[in-house]
């Protein structure tokens, strides 16, 4: 590890400010990929912003139509929320698969949406259920944020404070883990809602994305049944020594349909 | 204090006060005196034409006090890395065997290989330097592969060996092979890679050197498994520093695996660099330097073929293979494919005629060595596969073919027709056993009841032997070995009868000071909590190889058997002098001597105090003290084995196989701790578990890059990959052992990957499949299977 300055800013606004202000400065959530790549020497900002001060960044709120996540939650407490678990069960389930208990107590819901690690949990649940992304500075729909490998549409500076669901009449993600790291080789969430059907996909591809076919499907019959037919394609999928690209658009068949089960019952 | 806790009991493990309290002493836990840092540059390429180094940046980093490279070296005229063992070919030409420098001299050959050491006052000081030097590197195509390195136009790894091969070993009649073929009713083939692996110990490697001026002394402290070796072939061979002259500590180790069974060059280059810089040098290597510079494992390509008659009996079996050896020979590199390999080819059966050919391969890969079962898992995997795909050919149960072939418990001692002699075994008991436990009569109920669920169950056997306790010195060394492979011990008797032992064996996780103490306890009568076992430092532990090879009860607790024999022997003399009897009458039982027939006795104690203060003792016929000291050279190899069935479910949809039932009877020998015995079956099990699974090295071809290059995508078995395991033995004894042991560190290692992908072959064998290569990973199992046609469950 390269020495950097730390700062650990009481405000949101100081926290824009230093992020803005200090060439390259890097905002610290759990840091659950930060810290491993300033260890190995992969990265040297300068300035580590840390947000663990802004305690008003932790916590899940629920307003009958949507439930509200500060982006500092840990997986832990997403993962063992009684209201997550009444409203969104699928999104608990899915909070409680990522990585292992330690990462799951360090890590943070606005860390890995801001992170988009292509075969992270999270932008899956973000994407399916439609969630908005609340940041300091406006408010970003899930289909506008995730951009690719490692790409969001946040602005320098800008920094994620919640994230939005919506409440889903049925919801469930299903993830085939990739043997050693136990990242998502391939996760799908599946979100019903009463105006069709959201399906996304993590951990296949550069990104997180979704699959209109399987959506209009489901939308006519919420059944494994209905998708167990559809193929996607190959093009754009990731082969790398744990899984050849083919292999990974039939499990994105495969776990669509465990989530769909997942969902309903 | 305390009771005698002997032989066949279980108390816990004298070790892990120490362990599961936060008190171990590991290497990166010792602190010297003005200790500075030290840092391995390492070549980023597979294979690359060292042009020249450029340290001046690197010099003038803050902190920065030394930068060394192959011409530093070169310079002092060091040795280079020796190999331990130097086989020949079947015309007996030596092998091949170029020069494997400290630091890199003129090439690099894999990537990982050592191209120079910085040396500064703080790790991340060192770290900033090293990335400050300058490396000119022109770039060559890299070979990986053993079957792509021998082909014509190969790179090139050495002027002198030609298309990279190293050696073209072979073993056994050729022409009587070829002679039985020609008779036989029926010819099983089966090519097959034996996958690479890589060891991962807990610890990482580390090291810590220190020069003392004033005594002109070097001590190096080391994460080895034989420290005693590393001093020989550092000190005499690489280094030039004598014997006396040269500490090696070998402290609390975390795990080896034989990863840390060879002298590594960074040893060489730190307990140098710490003369050169009159400082104590401490490394301590990341998890990801270990996965480019500790020894990697097996990495087969082999074609077996076994001849039969019509029924079922085996006539012949004829074994070709190429092993990959890395970039250079490391210590016990080219023994393993080869002799730990070619006389294990003979398994549990009779099988007549055996011939096998290894061609050992260099290729621009981390150099490959021994790995816990190191040759025997290779062996026995290729055997107990081929004979699954003969009792499928031929339509005979696998069992039965097994049975058909067997040696009898009562055909043993059993000369096979590849060099080694069986002295005892019952490798059918070992199988009824086994069938049993297995509930192996129900199977077809579990399967059905998978089937109901759209999963494929699948039952597979290994009924295997392997051959350790290394070695018999002489057996060795005519087979190539350069140095004894014996052990030593010395029984300390302390004035008020408390024990210490020296032993040349290493604990890095076996439960040794537990293990020894017990057969000091039941030996000598003292209570098992006065007896303690030091290990791991030349200066003092008179000699020792090391552990390796499941040899430290077999060989090491034999010389520790015959040194407590010693002092038996000696108190006998002392005790009749004492009560005046001839040392004749004298008996030694539970911790007395006494006159037989008589009620005049001495106690242990009272005849250790009696030797050490010598007022009434027989000083013209016996010296004062009790401390005796035996070395012990095996008269055999041992020959452990058993028999081991998986059971696994495949999920046909993602291809994943979930290990469901795991059940091994073992013939060990004497078992000493069956709790220790025990969890060396679970955790050997569970690294066959994982090279038959999860576990394996890849490299890019051309560019020789390491793929699997971190925890992130090696995949190690974990807890929740096993099912809870049914571990029993079935021991018979060996017969040359003072104790009958026969060694337990590999055999779990050993039998288990066959026996997973023969479970894994008989799921699938419905749809066609006759062989799946290691790792059976989802893809490739799903692979398969779409290459099967399988119809799609429906849902």
Same mark, same amino acid.
């Given at each position: 590890?390269?020495?950097?300055?730390?700062?650990?800013?009481?405000?949101?606004?100081?926290?824009?400010?230093?992020?803005?202000?200090?060439?390259?400065?890097?905002?610290?959530?759990?840091?659950?990929?930060?810290?491993?790549?300033?260890?190995?020497?992969?990265?040297?900002? *300068?300035?580590?912003?840390?947000?663990?001060?802004?305690?008003?960044?932790?916590?899940?709120?629920?307003?009958?139509?949507?439930?509200?996540?500060?982006?500092?939650?840990?997986?832990?407490?997403?993962?063992?929320?009684?209201?997550?678990?009444?409203?969104?069960?699928?999104?608990?389930?899915?909070?409680?698969?990522?990585?292992?208990?330690?990462?799951?107590?360090?890590?943070?819901?606005?860390?890995?949406?801001?992170?988009?690690?292509?075969?992270?949990?999270?932008?899956?649940?973000?994407?399916?259920?439609?969630?908005?992304?609340?940041?300091?500075?406006?408010?970003?729909?899930?289909?506008?944020?995730?951009?690719?490998?490692?790409?969001?549409?946040?602005?320098?500076?800008?920094?994620?404070?919640?994230?939005?669901? *919506?409440?889903?009449?049925?919801?469930?993600?299903?993830?085939?883990?990739?043997?050693?790291?136990?990242?998502?080789?391939?996760?799908?969430?599946?979100?019903?809602?009463?105006?069709?059907?959201?399906?996304?996909?993590?951990?296949?591809?550069?990104?997180?994305?979704?699959?209109?076919?399987?959506?209009?499907?489901?939308?006519?019959?919420?059944?494994?049944?209905?998708?167990?037919?559809?193929?996607?394609?190959?093009?754009?999928?990731?082969?790398?020594?744990?899984?050849?690209?083919?292999?990974?658009?039939?499990?994105?068949?495969?776990?669509?349909?465990?989530?769909?089960?997942?969902?309903?019952? | +204090?305390?009771?005698?806790?002997?032989?066949?009991?279980?108390?816990?493990?004298?070790?892990?006060?120490?362990?599961?309290?936060?008190?171990?002493?590991?290497?990166?836990?010792?602190?010297?005196?003005?200790?500075?840092?030290?840092?391995?540059?390492?070549?980023?390429?597979?294979?690359?034409?060292?042009?020249?180094?450029?340290?001046?940046?690197?010099?003038?980093?803050?902190?920065?006090?030394?930068?060394?490279?192959?011409?530093?070296?070169?310079?002092?005229?060091?040795?280079?890395?020796? #190999?331990?063992?130097?086989?020949?070919?079947?015309?007996?030409?030596?092998?091949?065997?170029?020069?494997?420098?400290?630091?890199?001299?003129?090439?690099?050959?894999?990537?990982?290989?050592?191209?120079?050491?910085? $040396?500064?006052?703080?790790?991340?000081?060192?770290?900033?330097?090293?990335?400050?030097?300058?490396?000119?590197? %022109?770039?060559?195509?890299?070979?990986?592969?053993?079957?792509?390195?021998?082909?014509?136009? =190969?790179?090139?790894?050495?002027?002198?060996?030609? !298309?990279?091969?190293?050696?073209?070993?072979?073993?056994?009649?050729?022409?009587?092979?070829?002679? =039985?073929?020609?008779?036989?009713?029926?010819?099983?083939?089966?090519?097959?890679?034996?996958?690479?692996?890589?060891?991962?110990? +807990?610890?990482?490697?580390?090291?810590?050197?220190?020069?003392?001026?004033?005594?002109?002394?070097?001590?190096?402290?080391?994460?080895?498994?034989?420290?005693?070796?590393?001093?020989?072939?550092?000190?005499?061979?690489?280094?030039?520093?004598?014997?006396?002259?040269?500490?090696?500590?070998?402290?609390?180790?975390?795990?080896?695996?034989?990863?840390?069974?060879?002298?590594?060059?960074?040893?060489?280059?730190?307990?140098?660099?710490?003369?050169?810089?009159?400082?104590?040098?401490?490394?301590?290597?990341?998890?990801?330097?270990?996965?480019?510079?500790?020894?990697?494992?097996?990495?087969?390509?082999?074609?077996?073929?076994?001849?039969?008659?019509?029924?079922?009996?085996?006539?012949?079996?004829?074994? !070709?293979?190429?092993?990959?050896?890395?970039?250079?020979?490391?210590?016990?590199?080219?023994?393993?494919?080869?002799?730990?390999?070619?006389?294990l080819?003979g398994g549990v059966y009779t099988t007549?005629?055996?011939?096998?050919?290894?061609?050992?391969?260099?290729?621009?890969?981390?150099?490959?060595?021994?790995?816990?079962?190191?040759?025997?898992?290779?062996?026995t995997?290729?055997l107990e596969?081929?004979v699954?795909?003969?009792?499928?050919? +031929?339509?005979?149960?696998?069992?039965?073919?097994r049975?058909?072939n067997m040696i009898p418990?009562? =055909?043993?001692?059993y000369?096979t027709?590849?060099?080694?002699?069986y002295?005892?075994g019952d490798p059918m008991?070992c199988l009824?056993?086994?069938?049993?436990?297995?509930?192996?009569?129900?199977?077809?109920?579990?399967?059905?009841?998978?089937?109901?669920?759209?999963?494929?169950?699948?039952?597979?056997?290994s009924t295997y032997v392997e051959? #350790?306790?290394?070695?018999?010195?002489?057996?060795?060394?005519?087979?190539?070995?350069?140095?004894?492979?014996?052990?030593?011990?010395?029984?300390?008797?302390?004035?008020?009868?408390?024990?210490?032992?020296?032993?040349?064996?290493?604990?890095?996780?076996?439960?040794?000071?537990?293990?020894?103490?017990?057969?000091?306890? %039941?030996?000598?009568?003292?209570?098992?909590?006065?007896?303690?076992?030091?290990?791991?430092?030349?200066?003092?532990?008179?000699?020792?190889?090391?552990?390796?090879?499941?040899?430290?009860?077999?060989?090491?607790?034999?010389?520790?058997?015959?040194?407590?024999?010693?002092?038996? =022997?000696?108190?006998?003399?002392?005790?009749?002098?004492?009560?005046?009897?001839?040392? $004749?009458?004298?008996?030694?039982?539970?911790?007395?001597?006494?006159?037989?027939?008589?009620?005049?006795?001495?106690?242990?104690?009272?005849?250790?105090?009696?030797?050490?203060?010598?007022?009434?003792?027989?000083? %013209?016929?016996?010296?004062?003290?009790?401390?005796?000291?035996?070395?012990?050279?095996?008269?055999?190899?041992?020959y452990?084995g058993g028999c081991?069935?998986?059971?696994?479910?495949?999920?046909? %949809?993602?291809?994943?196989?979930?290990?469901?039932?795991?059940?091994?009877?073992?013939d060990?020998?004497?078992?000493?701790?069956?709790?220790?015995?025990?969890?060396?079956?679970?955790?050997?099990?569970?690294?066959?578990?994982?090279?038959?699974?999860?576990?394996?090295?890849?490299?890019?071809?051309?560019?020789?890059?390491?793929?699997?290059?971190?925890?992130?995508?090696?995949?190690?078995?974990?807890?929740?990959?096993?099912?809870?395991?049914?571990?029993?033995?079935?021991?018979?004894?060996?017969?040359?052992?003072? +104790?009958?042991?026969?060694? #337990?560190?590999?055999?779990?290692?050993?039998?288990?990957?066959?026996?997973?992908?023969?479970?894994?072959?008989?799921?699938?064998?419905?749809?066609?499949?006759?062989?799946?290569?290691?790792?059976?990973?989802?893809?490739?199992?799903?692979?398969?299977?779409?290459?099967?046609?399988?119809?799609?469950?429906?849902?």
């Amino acid at each position: 590890m390269k020495p950097f300055a730390y700062h650990q800013p009481d405000r949101i606004p100081d926290a824009a400010k230093l992020l803005t202000s200090i060439e390259d400065s890097k905002l610290l959530a759990g840091g659950m990929t930060l810290i491993p790549t300033l260890k190995q020497r992969l990265a040297s900002p *300068p300035a580590l912003v840390d947000l663990s001060r802004l305690g008003h960044l932790k916590g899940i709120t629920d307003d009958g139509a949507t439930i509200t996540i500060g982006a500092m939650t840990p997986h832990a407490v997403v993962a063992a929320s009684k209201l997550v678990k009444a409203k969104i069960p699928g999104l608990a389930a899915l909070a409680s698969m990522i990585g292992d208990p330690a990462v799951r107590i360090r890590g943070t819901i606005g860390g890995s949406v801001a992170n988009n690690d292509p075969a992270a949990d999270y932008p899956a649940g973000v994407l399916g259920l439609g969630a908005t992304v609340v940041t300091s500075t406006r408010e970003i729909a899930a289909d506008g944020f995730f951009r690719g490998l490692f790409e969001t549409a946040l602005e320098p500076g800008e920094i994620i404070t919640a994230l939005r669901f *919506p409440m889903p009449l049925k919801a469930g993600y299903a993830k085939f883990k990739a043997p050693a790291s136990r990242y998502a080789l391939v996760g799908v969430f599946v979100a019903k809602f009463a105006d069709g059907v959201r399906v996304a996909v993590t951990g296949a591809g550069s990104g997180v994305f979704r699959v209109p076919p399987m959506e209009e499907a489901l939308s006519r019959s919420f059944d494994p049944s209905a998708i167990a037919a559809i193929r996607i394609d190959t093009d754009g999928l990731t082969s790398d020594i744990h899984a050849e690209a083919d292999y990974r658009a039939h499990l994105v068949t495969v776990m669509a349909k465990r989530a769909v089960d997942a969902a309903v019952s | +204090m305390g009771n005698v806790i002997g032989i066949g009991a279980s108390p816990k493990r004298k070790e892990d006060q120490r362990f599961l309290t936060g008190r171990g002493n590991y290497v990166s836990d010792i602190k010297r005196p003005g200790m500075t840092a030290g840092v391995f540059v390492r070549s980023p390429h597979g294979h690359a034409i060292l042009r020249s180094i450029d340290k001046s940046a690197a010099l003038a980093s803050p902190g920065v006090i030394a930068v060394l490279t192959g011409e530093d070296a070169a310079a002092d005229k060091l040795g280079s890395l020796p #190999c331990g063992w130097g086989i020949t070919d079947a015309k007996g030409v030596p092998m091949k065997e170029p020069p494997f420098p400290m630091l890199a001299q003129g090439k690099v050959r894999f990537v990982g290989d050592m191209v120079a050491f910085v $040396v500064a006052e703080t790790p991340a000081q060192a770290s900033a330097a090293a990335e400050l030097l300058t490396v000119d590197y %022109e770039v060559l195509p890299s070979v990986v592969g053993v079957l792509e390195a021998v082909r014509p136009g =190969a790179p090139q790894l050495f002027d002198d060996v030609p !298309n990279n091969i190293c050696c073209d070993w072979e073993l056994g009649d050729k022409a009587a092979v070829e002679t =039985a073929f020609r008779k036989a009713a029926h010819v099983a083939k089966l090519s097959l890679v034996n996958n690479r692996l890589i060891g991962n110990p +807990m610890e990482p490697r580390a090291a810590i050197a220190e020069y003392e001026p004033g005594t002109d002394r070097f001590t190096l402290w080391t994460t080895s498994q034989f420290p005693h070796v590393v001093r020989f072939l550092m000190g005499a061979l690489v280094l030039n520093i004598p014997q006396h002259k040269l500490r090696v500590v070998a402290p609390d180790v975390g795990g080896g695996f034989g990863v840390k069974q060879f002298h590594y060059g960074e040893e060489a280059v730190i307990t140098w660099a710490a003369k050169r810089v009159m400082r104590p040098i401490k490394w301590v290597a990341s998890r990801s330097e270990g996965y480019v510079s500790d020894r990697h494992g097996r990495d087969h390509v082999t074609e077996a073929e076994l001849a039969l008659d019509e029924t079922g009996k085996f006539l012949a079996f004829r074994v !070709n293979t190429l092993a990959n050896m890395g970039g250079y020979l490391s210590t016990f590199g080219p023994n393993i494919p080869t002799n730990l390999y070619g006389p294990l080819l003979g398994g549990v059966y009779t099988t007549p005629a055996i011939y096998c050919n290894v061609k050992v391969v260099f290729t621009n890969t981390v150099p490959v060595d021994a790995y816990r079962g190191a040759g025997r898992p290779e062996a026995t995997f290729v055997l107990e596969r081929i004979v699954d795909v003969a009792a499928s050919e +031929m339509g005979i149960d696998r069992v039965e073919i097994r049975r058909r072939n067997m040696i009898p418990k009562e =055909a043993y001692p059993y000369q096979t027709p590849v060099l080694v002699q069986y002295d005892s075994g019952d490798p059918m008991g070992c199988l009824d056993g086994a069938l049993v436990a297995a509930d192996v009569k129900n199977f077809g109920i579990r399967k059905a009841e998978s089937a109901r669920r759209g999963k494929f169950r699948g039952l597979g056997y290994s009924t295997y032997v392997e051959a #350790c306790g290394l070695a018999p010195s002489r057996f060795a060394g005519r087979l190539g070995a350069r140095g004894g492979l014996y052990e030593s011990a010395t029984v300390r008797v302390h004035p008020t009868g408390q024990v210490t032992v020296m032993i040349g064996t290493h604990n890095h996780g076996q439960g040794h000071e537990t293990t020894f103490a017990q057969i000091v306890s %039941e030996k000598l009568g003292v209570a098992f909590d006065n007896v303690d076992i030091v290990f791991g430092d030349t200066d003092r532990v008179q000699f020792g190889m090391g552990t390796y090879g499941s040899r430290s009860l077999v060989v090491g607790g034999a010389a520790l058997s015959k040194a407590t024999d010693k002092v038996v =022997a000696k108190g006998k003399k002392i005790a009749a002098h004492l009560l005046e009897a001839a040392e $004749v009458d004298i008996q030694f039982e539970a911790g007395k001597f006494s006159v037989a027939g008589t009620d005049r006795m001495k106690t242990f104690e009272e005849i250790a105090g009696a030797a050490y203060v010598p007022h009434d003792y027989p000083l %013209e016929v016996l010296e004062p003290g009790l401390e005796e000291q035996a070395y012990y050279d095996p008269v055999n190899f041992t020959y452990p084995g058993g028999c081991h069935i998986a059971e696994v479910e495949i999920d046909p %949809e993602t291809g994943t196989v979930t290990l469901v039932n795991y059940t091994a009877v073992d013939d060990v020998g004497t078992v000493i701790n069956p709790m220790i015995v025990e969890g060396q079956l679970h955790g050997g099990i569970v690294q066959g578990v994982g090279q038959a699974l999860y576990e394996n090295a890849v490299y890019d071809e051309g560019s020789g890059q390491l793929l699997s290059g971190s925890l992130m995508d090696y995949c190690m078995p974990r807890a929740d990959h096993m099912p809870m395991m049914k571990i029993a033995t079935h021991s018979t004894l060996c017969t040359h052992t003072p +104790m009958g042991v026969k060694g #337990c560190g590999e055999v779990g290692t050993i039998g288990s990957p066959a026996a997973v992908i023969n479970a894994v072959v008989d799921a699938l064998s419905h749809l066609g499949v006759t062989h799946v290569d290691m790792p059976a990973t989802p893809n490739r199992i799903w692979r398969l299977l779409q290459n099967a046609s399988l119809p799609v469950a429906a849902e």
